[in-house]
């Protein structure tokens, strides 16, 4: 019969960059111009849930994004699935006698429902969680034999940090040489349980929309901003070998100081960026005041921050002791009757598949 459906979801975390990418050599095959590492999320705070499912009955390939359809004419959307369907396999369930052969898939549609689980596009890297959970999920539904580092690499067309949410734990996504970006991919540092002490805090400071895009910022950026070039050449490639470093001997003052610092490069270059972007608000600098102070009164820092595009805080706390400690300060300096922030969302790194 023609009726059958086959369906399968996957969930996958979004991921904080701790070494920060910002630029593109490349816009349609989204090639970065510098590395960057990022630690993943636990999957039970911040992550997309994607069901995709394949009938004949199927007309045309769908989408719907928290329950509203949205168009698939975007290039990204595009890319990803062309890649998938070119290493798409053969799948047989005998007991339904159902067999699609790798031409089938060339023909056959797609429904692809997603959800996510926090503030779309609010500097949370929505877009990280959802087009790495579209790579693995369809992977998974068409047989596709390659790794994650190879799926990280159409996850990549979709969003570039999005490669970086394949694995859990520590990830370093490499720019790469060539120009068609088959070495531009995500590999895993460190798994969850390397440094299980870290719990990550998001002060969401606003859950509103992003004004600037993360993609017309860094165009604009790499247009204007003679500090992001000298950046991506003579800064990042040395921090990204002392972050290795500081991941690899779990040493908090280090990795601290590195986050923290690449955080701050990261937005000087949106102020030196022409006409200037501006993500952080008055609450993310008074966020940031309250942690350098509270750097300077211990003998080595307690908590790390950043800031991607957007206003909320990610704060990495050395361990629950100084997590605890970091909510009571930020409950302190931000009383929720006063409003200055949404919402904290509190967990640890890890990853969850399937
Ligand atoms: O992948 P995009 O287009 O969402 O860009 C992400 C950019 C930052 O979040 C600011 C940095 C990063 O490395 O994730």
């Given at each position: ?30 090639l970065p111009i510098n590395d ?176 600037t895009s993360s993609t017309s ?138």
């Amino acid at each position: 019969s023609q009726n059958w459906v086959i369906m399968v979801t996957a969930q996958t975390p979004t991921n904080i960059a701790v070494i920060k990418y910002w630029g593109k050599r490349d816009e349609t095959l989204i090639l970065p111009i510098n590395d960057s590492i990022s630690v993943t999320l636990d999957p039970s705070h911040l992550c997309t849930t994607t069901t995709v499912a394949v009938s004949p009955t199927f007309q045309q390939d769908r989408m719907w994004l928290n329950g509203k359809e949205i168009a698939l004419s975007g290039g990204r959307f595009q890319s990803c699935l062309r890649e998938i369907r070119k290493r798409a396999c053969d799948v047989e369930d005998k007991k339904k006698g159902i067999k699609i052969t790798k031409e089938d898939w060339g023909k056959l549609h797609l429904h692809i429902a997603s959800y996510n689980n926090f503030p779309t596009a609010a500097g949370l890297a929505s877009s990280a969680a959802g087009f790495a959970c579209l790579a693995y999920a369809l992977g998974k539904l068409m047989n596709v034999k390659e790794d994650e580092s190879q799926l990280s690499v159409i996850a990549r067309q979709g969003s570039g940090s999005a490669c970086r949410s394949l694995f859990g734990g520590f990830v370093k996504w490499i720019m790469g040489k060539e120009e068609d970006g088959s070495d531009s991919l995500a590999v895993q540092l460190a798994d969850e349980k390397h440094w299980d002490d870290l719990v990550i805090i998001i002060a969401v400071v606003s859950s509103r929309q992003k004004e600037t895009s993360s993609t017309s910022g860094m165009r604009e950026s790499v247009e204007t901003s003679l500090l992001l070039h000298h950046r991506a050449k003579e800064i990042v490639p040395k921090r990204i070998l002392q972050m290795e470093e500081a991941i690899k001997n779990r040493d908090f003052a280090s990795f601290s100081r590195l986050t923290c610092t690449d955080s701050n490069q990261f937005h000087a270059v949106c102020l030196d960026t022409c006409p200037p972007i501006f993500y952080m608000n008055d609450t993310s600098h008074r966020i940031i005041s309250i942690i350098e102070k509270w750097h300077r009164s211990e003998e080595s820092p307690q908590v790390a921050y950043t800031f991607d595009a957007g206003p909320n805080a990610v704060l990495i706390a050395r361990n629950r002791q100084t997590a605890a400690l970091l909510i009571q300060r930020l409950l302190y300096y931000f009383p929720p009757t006063l409003g200055d922030l949404d919402s904290y969302i509190i967990g640890d790194k890890s990853i969850a598949k399937d």
